[in-house]
């Protein structure tokens, strides 16, 4: 289907969501974990909810890959 990419500009990073279909939000699950603090046993990257985080549009896809780190979750 659609990828989408959502940018955490404070922390100069993004990460890739590729939408099953028209109706899937599964990326809201995704922002909750790295929103919610980590607790010692987690390692998973974290984003502040003061964070400014915006849903990035296609054209600047390989801006993002040349200049952002990229999360694998």
Same mark, same amino acid.
């Given at each position: 289907? #659609?990828?989408? &990419?959502?940018?955490?500009?404070?922390?100069?990073?993004?990460?890739?969501?590729? @939408?099953?279909?028209?109706?899937?939000?599964? %990326?809201? @699950? $995704? !922002? !909750?974990? $790295? &929103?919610? +603090? +980590?607790? @010692?046993?987690?390692?998973?990257?974290?984003?502040? =909810?003061? #964070?400014?985080?915006?849903?990035? +549009? @296609?054209?600047?896809?390989? %801006? $993002?890959? =040349?200049?952002?780190?990229?999360? %694998? $979750?």
């Amino acid at each position: 289907m #659609d990828t989408i &990419l959502i940018v955490n500009i404070n922390e100069n990073s993004f990460f890739r969501y590729n @939408k099953k279909n028209e109706t899937d939000t599964g %990326y809201n @699950k $995704l !922002l !909750l974990e $790295l &929103l919610t +603090p +980590p607790d @010692k046993k987690t390692t998973i990257s974290h984003w502040l =909810r003061t #964070d400014k985080i915006v849903f990035a +549009p @296609k054209h600047i896809e390989s %801006y $993002l890959e =040349r200049t952002y780190n990229e999360l %694998y $979750l």
